[in-house]
């Protein structure tokens, strides 16, 4: 069984530009979160993909987007990048619903300059 | 929405004492898990508990869904054991939603 898998581990950009961010699902998840974690901060919650679609979204604006494919990946994108898009951005997935856990990946720190 | 604390914010231990995490949530819950943030920032899973108790070796976890708490034991401390430990819960909608954390330093 693969665990959740984000890439890249790593990223440096600059304000103004544009990110994606990769996740693949652990085996036999179809429901993909993406959580931001501040330094020093919990994680908050972005939004979830469930079939392809955005199923919830949490208070992030519009230049935060994502995708998901039918192999249950996903990506997020961040366009016009601001100096306090720095952070670690987390992916998990899990089983549909609400009683059901998450697992998450290793996480891409992202940092603007 | 579903608000969570964690106490206390941070704890120093020495090798072999034992600890307890404490996580309110101030409503209702139909997820409550525990998580460990090893030092490259990575999530692991401790425990999914919205009810009941857990055990698994030196780490157990209670939840008391009536009154809106969870606790998670650290028996016999190991070096290993530090770092953020976090409680996250989720209500009706499937979002999770974490505390502030509760950095742990275990010291030979």
């Known amino acids: 069984e693969t665990g959740v898998t984000q890439s890249p581990t790593h990223l440096i950009k600059t304000r103004g530009q544009q990110v994606t961010l990769r996740c693949s699902s652990q085996?036999?998840?179809?429901?993909v979160s993406w959580y931001q974690q501040a330094l020093g901060q919990g994680p908050q919650f972005i939004f979830q993909?469930?079939?392809?679609?955005?199923?919830g979204r949490g208070n992030f604006p519009p230049r935060f987007s994502g995708l998901q494919f039918p192999n249950y990946s996903s990506e997020l994108n961040v366009n016009a990048l601001e100096l306090d898009d720095s952070a670690l951005y987390l992916c998990?997935?899990?089983?549909?619903?609400?009683?059901?856990?998450?697992?998450f990946g290793q996480g891409t720190r992202l940092t603007v300059v | 929405g579903i608000q969570v604390e964690q106490s206390p914010p941070d704890l120093i231990l020495q090798e072999g004492a034992n600890s307890t995490l404490r996580c309110n949530f101030s409503?209702?819950?139909?997820?409550l898990q525990w998580f460990h943030q090893n030092p490259w920032g990575q999530l692991i899973n401790l425990f999914y508990?919205?009810?009941g108790t857990k055990q698994n070796g030196r780490l157990s976890a209670t939840t008391v869904a009536t009154e809106r708490y969870s606790l998670l034991y650290i028996s016999s401390s190991q070096t290993t054991d530090s770092g953020v430990y976090f409680c996250?819960?989720?209500?009706?909608?499937?979002?999770?939603?974490f505390g502030k954390g509760m950095k742990l330093t275990v010291n030979p």
């Open positions: 998990a997935s899990s089983l549909p619903g609400v009683n059901t856990e998450a697992f």
């Open positions: 085996s036999g998840h179809n429901t």
């Open positions: 993909y469930y079939r392809e679609e955005e199923n």
């Open positions: 409503d209702s819950v139909n997820n």
């Open positions: 508990i919205p009810s």
């Open positions: 996250a819960s989720a209500g009706g909608s499937e979002k999770l939603v």
